[in-house]
């Protein structure tokens, strides 16, 4: 048996005895499908999610261009956008939607608990987005 047809015969076994939830393989493949190579990253600096429990979550990110600090209750997400104005993309691993940035606030409702990230463009016309992050449990 060559190295090939023995990793064959241990996917087999993986598959059988311990297989990939349908919900990883079906979010990981839309969260590739959203991604955004050309990009800059909005890095998170700052997170209340851990400190403060069953509250709202609080998320900071910040990139060369853009920082964005975003509060998530329920499925409700508000944020704040200094270097960017527009539009900014809610995404999750399965939807995508703009809302305007108005005097640099934005609102999206109906945001699923989970992965969520924001896409904006900046000032100069630079693409944004921002790490995926848990909004909610």
């Keep these: 048996m060559n190295d090939d047809e023995f990793l064959d015969v241990l996917r087999a076994a993986a598959e059988e005895f311990d297989p990939v939830p349908a919900g990883v393989l079906r979010d990981a493949s839309a969260a590739l499908a959203l991604r955004a190579l050309d990009a800059e990253l ?24 853009v920082s964005v600090s975003l509060e998530i209750s329920d499925d409700v997400l508000r944020g704040f956008v200094t270097g960017a104005a527009g539009e900014a993309v809610v995404e999750t691993p399965r939807s995508r939607r703009a809302v305007p940035i108005v005097d640099g606030w934005f609102t999206a409702t109906g945001v699923p608990s989970g992965l969520v990230r924001i896409r904006l463009t900046a000032a100069d016309g630079t693409p944004v987005v921002t790490q995926w992050a848990h909004g909610t449990a």
């Design 42 to 65: 909005a890095a998170l600096v700052e997170s209340e999610a851990l400190v403060r429990g069953d509250g709202p979550v609080t998320l900071a990110f910040e990139s060369e261009r």
